[in-house]
């Protein structure tokens, strides 16, 4: 049987987001978040983007190391042969590569204005599969562009020859989020099989199906014959209206009526992690919580009504569908409500001392405390706010590799 996997794309889709981003430091904290939780993937960045080449390569060495492990690390770049020598000279060691171009009539006629034919994207396409071919890419996966308003016949012309050229899955893009479970069912079962791919799930939130669209279409490339992989962001942070929300996904598969009887996933996700994940993202993003988001949202487990309160305290299963303590809540969270010493740019040895003093990390003697704390500083200048604990224990515990991601220089 066919099995579902997850491929977090925080760190590319999540980080378009129009006037949000993340530092370098958060976004490594992220893929070790979304390792921690079991997630088979994480679209980690832009090889072709310069100011990301040291992140990249840094995050490679984490890998290396054995502490991004077992997450798979990898790159997203256009679907164009010279692009993908660009991402191997900046990000020699990168090893698993998303391709993607447009597809549909729409974005041919629309954003290519005439320069290009649907064989011409084949064709350009194509070109990109083999050159990473040719620098020896573990996996290749192509992403179309815009796949909703794709034709389906074309969709399958496009994946066959991406197959036949070494490409071993299929993004099909609800870039727009027009799809719904309905169509997006049909369409993934199609092109399981008839490509005979593993297809990959990309959908967006603009008609608010993001995740009920992630379900169907992993269930319809499942009925085909194929693995499937759901995109997701963490929060469903993403342009516009954003992504399929990563922890709101996992719970549809695990909890919602009848799914996970059929379709399952092909490695555990440890969902303890959820709360410290959407919690971190949400900081590092300046984007808070909604109320009511699922799973994470302050209100997931509150119950103020009469019939309500009565019944939970009765049986929690009267009315919550699944327990707090799954999602890694119930935790009393301390806050410093008295005199607060923050670790920030322009800090000195003895409230640096203090900080990491409270969090028990012993430094050798000054030199090391002082080249810690010149890194936290470099951190904050990158972040433009206090660092949390996990990110200050890293630079402690990685200081080599943190000094590398805070390393931006204008490359020549
Ligand atoms: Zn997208």
Known sequence: ????????????????????????????????????????????GFPTTRHESYYLKANLELAEMGVLKPIRLEGWLRAIASDVETAFKLVPGIQHLNLSISTSDQMIIGKFQGKKTRDDVIGEMVEAVEAAKAHSAATIGVNAEDASRTSLDYLIKFGL?????????????????????????????????????????????????????????????????????????????????????????????????GF????????????????????????????????????VGENCFAHASGIHADGVLKDPENYELYDYEELGRGEPELVETGREICAGEYSGISGFSHVMGKMEVPFKNREEANEILELVRYANV????????????FIAKYPKIARKLLTLIPLE
């Not at 925080?10 to 949000?20: F, I, L, M, P, S």
């Not at 996700?269 to 993003?285: G, M, P």
């Not at 990158?382 to 224990?393: S, T």
């Open 382 to 393: 990158e972040a433009q706010k206090p660092l949390v604990k996990d990110e200050l224990l």
């Open 260 to 295: 996970q009887e059929k379709y399952q996933l092909g490695n555990h996700i440890d969902l303890s992690k959820a709360w410290k994940l959407a919690n971190f993202a949400s900081y590092a993003f300046k984007i808070a919580i909604p109320i009511n988001q699922p799973g």
């Open 161 to 257: 020859a991406a197959k036949e050229h070494g490409a071993a899955r299929l993004r099909y893009c609800d870039t727009l989020g027009y799809d719904n479970p309905f169509t997006i069912y049909e369409t993934a079962k199609a092109l399981a099989e008839n490509t005979g791919m593993a297809i990959e799930i990309h959908c967006h939130g603009d008609l608010g199906m993001a995740v009920a669209n992630s379900i169907a279409g992993a269930r319809g490339a499942i009925d085909g014959g194929q693995d499937v992989y759901i995109n997701t962001t963490v929060n469903g942070i993403g342009e516009r209206a954003g992504n399929a929300d990563l922890v709101a996904t996992v719970l549809a598969l695990l909890k919602s009526k």
């Open 1 to 44: 049987m066919a099995k579902i996997y997850l491929i977090d794309v925080t760190n590319r889709d999540g980080v378009q987001t129009a006037k949000r981003g993340l530092s370098k430091l958060e976004k490594t904290m992220i893929n070790l978040y979304l390792n921690e939780m079991g997630v088979f993937q994480s679209e980690f």
